[in-house]
């Protein structure tokens, strides 16, 4: 049996083979919805181990609506791995533009660092069950 596409019913194979050609299919893109979103001091650790750590707040304050090939002739070339990571002086620094003073900073710092030794020294004084 051969799929008849044009009606979604089944021929036989006597019938002629050009009436269960497939035509080929499209796809198209529209448009692309950019959100903008402030940047705030995080509550976790940091990726790189040290310095403030960034995260994106919830509400978004700002959108650009853009046709993908205006979006795809402006955009920046993707950068490398190495490229990625923000050394914590350009994380504080960016921290302190947008308006966090330096000893919100550091008390968030000095809290991650705290919970992060309690923790470590909870781990030395409980059992652990992947000791044997």
């Known amino acids: 049996m051969l799929c008849d596409s044009s ?10 083979l050009n009436s269960c050609m497939i035509e080929p299919q499209q796809v198209a893109f529209g448009n692309i919805e950019i ?9 976790g650790p940091s990726a790189s181990g040290s310095g403030p750590s ?4 919830w509400e978004a ?3 650009t609506v853009l ?3 205006e979006y ?3 955009r920046y070339e993707r950068r490398q791995k190495n490229e990625l990571i923000m050394p914590s002086t350009y ?11 330096m000893r919100e900073i550091s008390e968030m710092e ?9 923790k470590k020294k909870l781990s030395k004084l409980l059992p652990s069950s992947n000791k044997k």
């Open 7 to 16: 009606e979604n019913t089944f021929a036989t194979a006597d019938d002629s």
């Open 35 to 43: 959100r903008e979103y402030a940047m705030i001091l995080g509550k």
């Open 54 to 57: 960034l995260e994106i707040d």
């Open 61 to 63: 304050h700002g959108n």
């Open 67 to 69: 046709a993908i090939e």
């Open 72 to 74: 795809e002739s402006m």
């Open 91 to 101: 994380r504080r620094n960016l921290l302190l533009e947008s308006g966090y003073t």
């Open 110 to 118: 000095t809290h991650k660092s705290n919970k992060g030794s309690l």
